[in-house]
């Protein structure tokens, strides 16, 4: 991957296209957070219920803590102990952004994710905005180690590939910090990619 395929996701994304990318733990699809023909493609192609949230994915964590100004301080010390890495982050979301990323949640919350971006994935730490993304694969179904994991009609209906080659292959832990900032508790909602003592160690 070069920097130049890069720029082409860029412009994918920017124009509400879907682009099928690597990430540190899995493939996965992306599209511009606010584009609602976009969001609505890739939820099209998953063949996923739209009331389910979906995170915003940025490349570096500057970024993420700089478009959630709202976020008070022991949250932020806790996103820079866990990010960048494998892990989704539910995060309280006052200002409701992002609201097609999060959807109906009763609770309020924001999916985040930072991956860590070594290797063959280096160059996507140029990318400037985020996205909204999901793993690539049908709803339920395995998620993609390879791109030719990835189903046939997704891999035909997307914008854009990227192929990084052979990813680790296990889903990002989904830790949820809407309640950190109030009393420290957190709750790892799903173990994947980094383990529960790795998340316990940090918060």
């Keep these: 991957?070069?920097?130049?395929?890069?720029?082409?996701?860029?412009?994918?994304?920017?124009?509400?296209?879907?682009a099928l990318f690597p990430a540190d733990t899995v493939y996965g699809l992306a599209t511009e957070p606010d584009s609602t023909e976009g969001v609505y493609r890739l939820y099209?192609?998953?063949?996923?219920?739209?009331?389910?949230?979906?995170?915003?994915m940025f490349f570096r964590?500057?970024?993420?803590l700089a478009a959630l100004p709202e976020l008070g301080g022991r949250t932020r010390t806790a996103l820079e102990r866990l990010l960048p890495g494998g892990?989704?982050?539910?995060?309280?979301?006052?200002?409701?952004?992002?609201p097609l990323a999060s959807g109906p949640d009763r609770k309020g919350r924001l999916g985040l994710r930072v991956p860590r971006?070594?290797?063959?994935?280096?160059?996507?730490?140029?990318?400037?905005?985020?996205?909204?993304?999901s793993s690539a694969n049908r709803s339920g179904a395995a998620d993609?180690?390879?791109?030719?994991?990835?189903?046939?009609?997704?891999?035909?209906?997307?914008?854009?590939?990227?192929?990084?080659?052979?990813?680790?292959?296990?889903?990002?832990?989904?830790?949820?910090?809407?309640?950190?900032e109030d009393d420290g508790s957190f709750e790892i909602v799903r173990e994947g990619a980094v383990p529960r003592a790795a998340?316990?160690?940090a918060l």
């Design 1 to 18: 991957m070069t920097p130049e395929d890069v720029a082409t996701f860029e412009r994918c994304i920017a124009v509400g296209g879907v």
């Design 44 to 56: 099209r192609l998953k063949g996923r219920s739209p009331d389910r949230p979906a995170a915003v």
């Design 61 to 64: 964590l500057e970024l993420a």
């Design 87 to 98: 892990i989704t982050v539910l995060l309280p979301n006052p200002a409701r952004r992002f």
């Design 117 to 133: 971006l070594d290797g063959a994935l280096a160059p996507l730490a140029g990318v400037a905005w985020p996205v909204l993304q």
């Design 144 to 180: 993609a180690r390879r791109i030719e994991d990835v189903d046939e009609p997704i891999r035909t209906g997307v914008d854009l590939i990227l192929d990084a080659g052979e990813l680790p292959g296990t889903p990002s832990t989904v830790v949820d910090l809407s309640s950190y």
């Design 199 to 201: 998340i316990e160690e």
